[in-house]
């Protein structure tokens, strides 16, 4: 879920940057949060027979998993970008971006998935 969440912000600045205006933050903030809940259900939903996540207690897992994943990925991916070493600020930034999008997506996730499964159920024969 980290590389997703990594992913979604690359793609909101690459939003921000055709969008060629506006208040980077607000754009890029914005777009990586839609795009990344859309990443994060689409994988959890379309992709669930690779992850089986079956109770509240696995998504929560995957919840406070995430943050320390994301900045495992994200510390040498930015040095190779920029060539020197993120700040703590940013890793920080990254966490606080990260809250409500997984929060959200693992809700509309573990919704679907919950939907999906009562109606994949058949009644039982009298």
């Known amino acids: 879920m980290g590389g ?11 939003i921000f940057q055709i ?3 506006g208040e980077q933050r607000l754009v890029q903030g914005t777009a990586a949060v839609v ?3 859309g990443l994060v259900v689409g994988w959890l939903v379309l992709f669930r027979k ?18 320390p994943c994301t900045a495992i990925l994200f510390v040498p991916i930015h040095f190779l970008v920029t060539g020197y ?6 890793i920080l930034a990254i966490g606080a971006y990260q809250f409500p999008l997984n929060a959200l ?12 499964e009562k109606r994949g159920r058949v009644a039982p024969a009298p």
């Open 50 to 67: 690779f992850h089986r996540l079956k109770i509240e207690y696995d998504y929560i897992k995957i919840f406070l998993l995430a943050f």
């Open 105 to 116: 997506a693992l809700a509309i996730s573990a919704a679907i998935v919950r939907r999906t």
């Open 85 to 90: 070493l993120t700040g703590i600020g940013n």
């Open 4 to 14: 997703l969440n990594l992913a979604a912000f690359v793609i909101g600045f690459w």
């Open 19 to 21: 969008s060629a205006g």
């Open 35 to 37: 795009v990344g809940v």
